[in-house]
């Protein structure tokens, strides 16, 4: 299969969207995708973008995408966070994921980065197994603390 990896331009934020809507669907969240392409535009390639993003392409279109971006661990330092690596579901298992996720450490070795790090759904085992393959700790004693939009405000008013 002949495909590439490049640095994603504003033109391709509809075809990323399409996948992390597609995303969505495959993890039973279906209606939780809030952005827009402008909101991606605006976000990642604005004067000080807040992600980067890898794309997966052949002469189809996109079929892969990897967003990521900077954080800082109080135990290691510099670390870079996967938001999303995605591969169309149809063109799985075809290496696109490998090549994402290989142009995503080389991009994280280039910062000095000294983790770089992800979350995986605990049911969500064919990735599981990917992830370890490629030396990935799979932490499962850890749990993923959000507050939405929603709670943000709560909380707000309950100072």
């Not at 939780?32 to 392409?57: H, R, W």
């Amino acid at each position: 299969m002949n495909f590439s990896i490049r640095k994603a331009i504003k033109e391709d934020m509809p075809q990323v969207l399409h996948l992390i809507q597609e995303l969505a669907v495959f993890e039973k969240e279906e209606n939780a995708v809030e952005i827009s392409v402008d909101d991606l535009v605006s976000d990642g390639f604005g004067a000080s973008p807040l992600f980067k993003c890898l794309v997966a392409e052949d002469s189809e279109g996109i079929k892969g995408i990897a967003i990521m971006y900077a954080r800082y661990s109080t135990w290691k330092g510099p670390s870079l966070h996967l938001e999303d690596l995605i591969v169309t579901q149809k063109m799985r298992g075809r290496g696109i994921g490998t090549a994402l996720l290989n142009e995503v450490v080389t991009y994280g070795n280039s910062l000095g980065v000294k983790r770089i790090n992800w979350e995986v759904l605990d049911w969500n085992e064919p990735a599981i197994a990917f992830y370890e393959s490629k030396g990935a700790n799979v932490m499962r004693d850890w749990d993923v603390v959000h507050l939405n939009e929603k709670a943000i405000q709560n909380y707000i008013t309950n100072i």
